[in-house]
């Protein structure tokens, strides 16, 4: 029977040896030293190596200590320990080491910056990395290597992985934790990401960093580091066998990953790191008020005119007022063709701030505003001959490359499918990986839910978490909605039949499941 856990492991060892050395007379004071082990001359010295990398929540800040634990093929700290401090403000750091074995567990404790806040830290944090040498001995300790390394000794001890084995397993039961499934090309250890390096692996650690720091904001804003070592550590120790067990981290990273600011993120990063180039860590958080793919669609402009409408009309440069359409793919590019046939062009931010253009060599009618998550636009717009106006839109088609060649209808209009009007009763049933959805609070439309079709063919409801359901229903019966904040988290598909029997298929993340419904109020 085993007396002490897999993290008690490395500090009774080190503690057992340690009086040992002190019986035997060893004269001196270098365990009390802890810059003891760090030695120019002997790191010259033959065997003797050099491990290097990063130390980053964000990163930490010179002056850190970094910590190099020799450990056996089990993972045991063997009593070899060796250290030194981070040169810089990237949180780099070179460590002289005499090592007998290709395991190593780093140990990082400093302070470090907040990519929320854009300051540093408070008070210090110790993040660890587990290693194996022969791999590399360039190795980045993170938050990531951080949550990992409870579920790796789990592998190893319950489930008799090897390390290459745990390691692997580890990686994507961490990641799952935050919405990552394996269609992502993730193709490095945790151990090789660094949020400062401008790729798609270190966007993904920039991406989970970010949201576990948001995590921490929401929980103590007053003291924002206590609050970030007991989230890490709950979610680290949570995930021993696997799976986020408690509903709420669960709900709690939900929430945050609502909440990041991450157009305030890349600024606080790329005014503190100048001459860096910040990974496109945006994708990674499946944040529906924040991705493009929520404002995607097709939208009704109408304009009003503020100013000096006389002479603008009069003149024909006020090209984009009265009634426009604007599409937005899911890159939040913005395109489209004012009245006079010039082009639209322009796009929307993450966080829903849209700016365009409209006219012949697109100066004569500049637009910028905000666009909401359930599709509502609210601007201004300008136009170089002293004339201003306001902006408003809605969104009228959720599907922004609609099918180019559709049935032809020789006489398309409401009555194709009026005959669908009415409220539905939607029933879900999940066909794969629902358990996990459900703890992440992705799934947020499954279950009970209604949803309405008017004489247009325009579907419009709420999911049982009180966000908004919208799509449209083709003339065949044919339909397809979206729901969830943003109406992106779940999309689903189907047909409707002239009984009025709803028969479907959704999708959220990496989980699927059926939707069957009838009409309840005409």
């Avoid at 035997?24 to 802890?34: E, H, Q, V």
């Avoid at 998550?373 to 922004?400: F, M, R």
């Avoid at 063919?457 to 979206?482: L, R, V």
Wanted: glycine share 10%; with cysteine.
């Amino acid at each position: 029977m085993k007396l002490f856990t897999k993290t008690e492991k490395p500090i009774i060892q080190f503690f057992i040896i340690s009086c040992i050395i002190l019986l035997i007379g060893c004269s001196g004071s270098g365990l009390s030293d802890r810059s003891s082990s760090r030695d120019d001359d002997m790191a010259s010295s033959n065997g003797w190596d050099e491990i290097s990398g990063t130390a980053q929540k964000g990163p930490l800040q010179i002056g850190s200590w970094v910590e190099i634990y020799e450990l056996d093929e089990d993972l045991w700290q063997t009593g070899l320990s060796f250290g030194a401090e981070t040169y810089d403000n990237m949180g780099n750091y070179n460590v002289p080491v005499r090592l007998n074995s290709r395991y190593i567990e780093v140990v990082a404790t400093g302070y470090y910056f907040d990519e929320i806040s854009g300051m540093g830290s408070g008070e210090e944090l110790v993040i660890h990395a587990l290693a194996d040498t022969e791999y590399s001995t360039s190795i980045n300790v993170n938050i990531l290597t951080e949550l990992a390394m409870i579920r790796i000794f789990s592998l190893m001890d319950n489930d008799g992985y090897t390390y290459e084995e745990a390691i692997e397993e580890a990686q994507w039961d961490v990641l799952n934790t935050f919405g990552i499934d394996k269609d992502e090309n993730i193709d490095v250890l945790f151990q090789d990401m660094n949020l400062l390096a401008d790729n798609e692996n270190n966007a993904l650690l920039l991406a989970v960093s970010s949201i576990i720091m948001q995590m921490a904001h929401d929980s103590d804003e007053a003291n924002v580091s206590r609050a970030l070592r007991q989230i890490v550590v709950n979610i680290r120790n949570d995930l021993e066998d696997g799976i986020l067990d408690d509903d709420g981290l669960a709900a709690d990273i939900e929430t945050a990953i609502n909440a990041v600011d991450i157009v305030l993120v890349r600024q606080n990063l790329e005014t503190k790191f100048n001459d860096i180039t910040i990974p496109d860590f945006e994708k990674y958080i499946i944040n529906n008020v924040y991705n493009h793919i929520g404002y995607s669609g097709v939208y009704l402009l109408t304009s009003f005119c503020l100013t000096g409408c006389d002479l603008a009309e009069s003149f024909g440069f006020v090209t984009f007022p009265l009634e426009t359409e604007i599409t937005i793919d899911e890159d939040g590019n913005i395109t489209g063709t004012d009245s006079f046939d010039d082009p639209i062009v322009g796009s929307v931010s993450p966080d829903g701030a849209y700016e365009f253009t409209s006219g012949s060599g697109l100066t004569a009618v500049t637009s910028s505003g905000t666009l909401s998550e359930i599709g509502e636009i609210e601007g201004t717009w300008t136009a170089n001959v002293g004339v201003s106006g306001t902006t408003t839109g809605n969104l009228i088609n959720p599907d922004p490359n609609p099918d180019p060649d559709p049935d032809p209808d020789p006489d398309p209009g409401p009555g194709d499918v009026a005959q669908f009007e009415g409220a539905y009763l939607l029933i879900s049933d999940c066909s794969n990986g629902c358990s996990l959805a459900e703890r992440f609070g992705g799934i947020t439309f499954p279950a009970e839910s209604e949803m309405f079709i008017d004489e247009f063919g325009a579907i419009t409801g709420t999911d049982p978490s009180g966000n908004p359901i919208i799509g449209s229903i083709s003339s065949d019966g044919t339909y397809e909605f979206k729901s969830g904040s943003g109406m992106s988290v779940v999309n689903s598909i189907g047909t409707i039949s002239e009984t009025n029997e709803v028969d479907g298929t959704w999708s959220a993340f990496n989980v699927t499941g059926t939707i069957t419904g009838t009409l309840i109020t005409e």
